[in-house]
């Protein structure tokens, strides 16, 4: 049997805070935000993340490729309403694999956690072909940034 290699993963200082205001349209019948909502504030914080480090998806996709999202979780805590200003905190996550992990923190106001959560993103170039490899323009980013 063959046996696989673990990934090793390790939280870095690299982390965005970003502020949100929730919309009514993203409150159900109860007056609390949808859960799947959630996935569109880690999406705010994922943009605001390459923003501000180079590496948001018109870098990426500049280079050839595009990051899918092959696995998420979230997990929340407390509930949210119209009008609440939440801050989403993105930290990167490294990882010697070729992909890209976020984790995520909703805080409201009072700096209680809103709910936590995770995305996984993996490479495919412009022929649509999964990339098993670290490509040269994120391992040139992650050498700016010390994480290889």
């Known amino acids: 049997m063959k046996s696989r290699k673990k990934d090793i993963t390790s939280e870095t ?10 919309r009514f349209n993203e409150t159900d019948a109860l007056g609390i935000v949808w859960h799947g909502y959630y996935l569109n504030y880690f999406e705010d914080g994922r943009e605001a993340f390459g923003r501000i480090h180079g ?9 050839g490729y595009v990051s ?3 696995k998420s979780s979230c997990e929340h805590k407390l509930p949210l309403r119209y009008g609440d200003l939440v801050t989403v905190e993105t930290t990167y996550i490294n990882t010697p694999a070729a992909k890209i992990i976020f ?13 936590t959560g995770e995305t996984v993103q993996v490479f495919v170039d412009d022929n649509n072909n999964l990339s098993l490899t670290i490509p040269l323009f994120f391992k040139a980013w992650k050498t700016k940034n010390n994480l290889l």
Do not use: M, Q
């Open 68 to 70: 899918p999202i092959v």
């Open 103 to 115: 984790r995520y923190k909703i805080l409201n106001t009072e700096g209680k956690t809103v709910c």
């Open 55 to 63: 590496i948001g998806y018109l870098e990426s996709k500049a280079k």
């Open 13 to 22: 200082n690299l982390k965005v805070s970003h502020n949100i205001r929730v």
